[in-house]
C-alpha cells in the first residue's frame, strides 16, 4: 500500500485522538460515582427489607395491644358487673356472697396480670415504633445519597462528554485528510493490536511494540519508498517514518 508521507505522518496524529477517546470511554466507566450507586442501591434494597420487616412487626404489636386492651377491659366489666350485684344487695345468702366477693378478688389478680401482659406488650410496640422511625431514617439517607451520587456521576459524565465532543471534533478534521485504503487498514489493525494500529519509527524502536528493529529490517525500510505503508515486523502495526526513525 502507498500513501503520501504527509497522510502517513497524519495518521499518527488520529492515533494520538483515538488513544485519548479510548482513554476518555475508559474514564467515563471508572467514574467513582458509578460503582458507588451501585452499592447504594444494593444497601437501599436491604434497608426497604428491613423497614417493611419493621413495619410487620409494628402493625403485628399493634394488634396483640388491641387484644391485651379488650382483655383487661372485659374482666374490668365482669368486676363491674360482679361489684354491681354485691352493692344492690340482692344476694343474701352468706355462702354466696362469699363466692362472689372471691371471684372479685380473683378477677382483680386476673386484671393485674392483664395489665403486666399488656404493659409489656406496650413496651414492645414503642421499641418497634422506634425502630421503624429509624428504618425510615435510613431509607430516606441513602436515598439523598443516592441523588447526590447520580448528580456527582452526571457532573462527571458530563465533563467527559464535553471532551470526547471536543476530541472527536478533531478527529472529523483529521479523517478526511487520509486515503480511504490507509484508513481501512488503520481501522482493522486497532481491532486486533488493542486500539493502537500505527505508531512511529523513533530512532530505530517501534513505538508501537517499543521493539527495537534488527539492522536489516531497517535498511529494508531506508530502501522502501517514501509513500510505501511499512508495517513493524513484530507487532505488525504501521509504521510510520518520522525525521526522528533514525534512519
Ligand atoms: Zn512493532
Avoid: N, W
Avoid at 344487695?89 to 382483680?108: F, K, M, N, T, W
Avoid at 422506634?130 to 462527571?156: G, I, K, L, N, W
Avoid at 470526547?164 to 479523517?175: L, N, P, Y
Amino acid at each position: 500500500m502507498r500513501a503520501d508521507p504527509a497522510a502517513q505522518l497524519r495518521l499518527l496524529d488520529l492515533q494520538a485522538l483515538d488513544t485519548v477517546l479510548g482513554q476518555l470511554a475508559h474514564r467515563r466507566r471508572e467514574v467513582p460515582q458509578v460503582a458507588e450507586l451501585a452499592a447504594l442501591e444494593v444497601r437501599a434494597a436491604e434497608l426497604r427489607d428491613h423497614e417493611v420487616a419493621v413495619r410487620t412487626a409494628v402493625s403485628d404489636l399493634e394488634r396483640e395491644m388491641t387484644k391485651a386492651e379488650a382483655d383487661v377491659a372485659q374482666v374490668r366489666d365482669r368486676i363491674t358487673r360482679d361489684q354491681g350485684i354485691l352493692d344492690a344487695g340482692a344476694v343474701h345468702s352468706a355462702r354466696q356472697l362469699e363466692d362472689l366477693q372471691r371471684e372479685i378478688d380473683s378477677l382483680r389478680r386476673r386484671v393485674s396480670d392483664l395489665e403486666d401482659a399488656e404493659l409489656e406488650v406496650m413496651e414492645k410496640l414503642e421499641d418497634a415504633q422506634a425502630r421503624a422511625a429509624a428504618a425510615t431514617a435510613d431509607v430516606a439517607a441513602v436515598a439523598e445519597s443516592r441523588t447526590a451520587a447520580e448528580r456527582a456521576r452526571d457532573a462527571a459524565f458530563a465533563d467527559i462528554d464535553a471532551e470526547v465532543a471536543r476530541v472527536e471534533g478533531e478527529r472529523a478534521r483529521v479523517v478526511p485528510e487520509i486515503p480511504a485504503d490507509l484508513l481501512a487498514l488503520y481501522d482493522r489493525i486497532r481491532q486486533t493490536s488493542g486500539g493502537l494500529a500505527a505508531a512511529a519509527l523513533h530512532r530505530g524502536r517501534c513505538q508501537g511494540c517499543q521493539l527495537t528493529l534488527t539492522p536489516a529490517d531497517l535498511s529494508r525500510i531506508r530502501a522502501e519508498a517514501v509513500d510505501e505503508v511499512v508495517r513493524c515486523e513484530e507487532c505488525r502495526r504501521i509504521l510510520v517514518r518520522t525525521d526522528e526513525s533514525g534512519l
